[in-house]
C-alpha cells in the first residue's frame, strides 16, 4: 500500500503561481511513475503531469507544457508541481497518483494509489 498526501492548494489570480507537494508513505518502491491530475466540477478529471519516480522522464498535458513543471526529492519520497501563469480553466483539485509502471502514462485507470486531492482556484 502506498499513502499520498498533497498540499499547497489555495486561491490565487490570474498569472499567479502555486507550488504543490505530494508526499509519499507505505511501499513506494513498487512504484515506477507518478503523476498530477485535476478534476474541475462537472468535468472528467484530467492528466496534468507525469514523471519516472527518478525524474529521468516527464511528460505533461498539451495545456500545461511550459507553464508546469513536476520535480520530486525522491530521497524524501515527495513529488512536487510547480504551476505559473495560472489561469482560470486551471482550476480545480489537484490529485497525485503512482502507478506501477514505466513509462509515465496520461491514463488515470493506469494509477495504482491516489492522494485524496487539494484544491486549487484561480480567479480573475
Known amino acids: 500500500q502506498v499513502q499520498l498526501v498533497e498540499s499547497g492548494g489555495g486561491s490565487v489570480q490570474v498569472g499567479g503561481s502555486l507550488r504543490l507537494s505530494c508526499t509519499a508513505s507505505?511501499?513506494?518502491?513498487?512504484?515506477?511513475?507518478a503523476g498530477w491530475f485535476r478534476q474541475a466540477q462537472g468535468k472528467e478529471r484530467e492528466f496534468v503531469a507525469g514523471t519516472s519516480w527518478s525524474g529521468a522522464t516527464t511528460y505533461y498535458s498539451d495545456s500545461t507544457k511550459g507553464r508546469f513543471a513536476i520535480s520530486g526529492d525522491w530521497a524524501k519520497r515527495t513529488m512536487f508541481l510547480q504551476m505559473n501563469s495560472l489561469k482560470p480553466d486551471d482550476t480545480g483539485v489537484y490529485s497525485c497518483?503512482?502507478?506501477?509502471?514505466?513509462?509515465?502514462?496520461?491514463?488515470?485507470?493506469?494509477?495504482?494509489?491516489w492522494g485524496q486531492g487539494t484544491q486549487v482556484t484561480v480567479s480573475s
Open positions: 507505505g511501499r513506494v518502491l513498487g512504484s515506477y511513475s
Open positions: 497518483a503512482t502507478a506501477q509502471r514505466l513509462p509515465p502514462t496520461k491514463q488515470a485507470r493506469e494509477y495504482d494509489y
